[in-house]
């Protein structure tokens, strides 16, 4: 039987990138998607080195053609697609009075909405296909609370309504549907936030390291290996779960 054809959004870097490499390692055919292709094409390309098979995509999540077209060319390419895991999301952070309607719905469109519509799409060939599915949501942490992230703490727990419900109206054909909840992880996007708060990274990483369990921050590796899991037969009755991986209990 042909290996399974996985689909991850915002493929370009950081958690994306290491959950595309991890997939492509546990037996899995890749499409790495992204807004800018040198990125995604830079993924792939990482995985057929290895002797994987990963083709890259344009797909910009807060555009409903876009969604359609990076599951229609999946299908093209390798006839089928079993897992898909929506990675892409930003941060528009700012305190809940500064706050522009443009920085909620810009958050809100990327990670709620698009996460929606792309599983949408997906599952519609997971149920014609007849044998099951993944569908895998990177949620967050903050999405308990976070000062400063209204709109991306809302979407990230938008997520988790969202994977539940999912979960109820999929299982029924073994679609499974879940959250991973990450804590810090050493990305360009924490970077970037410590830039715009205009403090130092290692001051940040530091205090993370104090306030965690496991003496360390995480790495996209550490995300990685939980979607390998999630998407593995390993894990077919777990569904409607958020696996927190944060390195400390939440
Ligand atoms: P990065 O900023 O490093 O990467 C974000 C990825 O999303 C890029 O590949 C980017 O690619 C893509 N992306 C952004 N907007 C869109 C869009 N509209 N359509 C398609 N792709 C898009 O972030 P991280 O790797 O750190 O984060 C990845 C996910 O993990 C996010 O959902 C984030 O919220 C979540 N997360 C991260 C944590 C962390 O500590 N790093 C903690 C908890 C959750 P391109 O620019 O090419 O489109």
């Known amino acids: 039987m042909d290996s399974k054809v996985a689909l991850v959004t915002g493929a370009s870097r950081g958690l994306g990138r290491a959950i595309a490499l991890a997939l492509a390692n546990t037996d899995h055919r890749v499409v790495a998607a992204a807004r800018t292709i040198e990125g995604a094409e830079d993924t792939a390309r990482s995985i057929r080195e ?48 500064r706050m522009t309607d443009d920085d909620w719905d810009t958050v809100i469109e990327t990670t709620l909405t698009g996460g929606f519509r792309l599983s949408r799409a997906a599952q519609r060939h997971m149920v014609s296909q007849g044998e099951g599915g993944r569908i895998i949501f990177i949620g967050s942490i903050a999405s308990e ?28 054909y073994d679609i499974t549907v879940n959250v991973i909840s990450p804590g810090h992880i050493e990305t360009e996007m924490t970077r970037g936030v410590a830039d715009r708060l205009g403090v130092d990274y290692e001051d940040i990483r530091k205090k993370r390291i104090e306030t965690n369990a496991v003496t360390r921050v995480g790495t996209p590796e550490d995300i990685g290996a939980a979607a390998a899991y999630l998407a593995s037969d390993a894990a077919g009755y777990v569904t409607g779960s958020v696996l927190v991986v944060a390195g400390k209990p939440v």
């Open 145 to 172: 609370g976070s000062r400063g992230q209204v709109n991306y703490a809302a979407a990230k727990a938008g997520l988790i309504g969202l994977a539940k419900s999912m979960a109820l109206e999929l299982g029924r």
């Open 50 to 97: 290895a002797g994987g098979d990963a083709i890259a995509i344009v797909c910009d999540v807060r555009d409903g053609e876009s969604i359609t077209a990076v599951v229609d060319a999946t299908i093209a390419q390798y006839g089928r697609l079993d897992v898909l895991v929506n990675n892409a999301g930003i941060t528009r952070d700012a305190g809940m009075h």
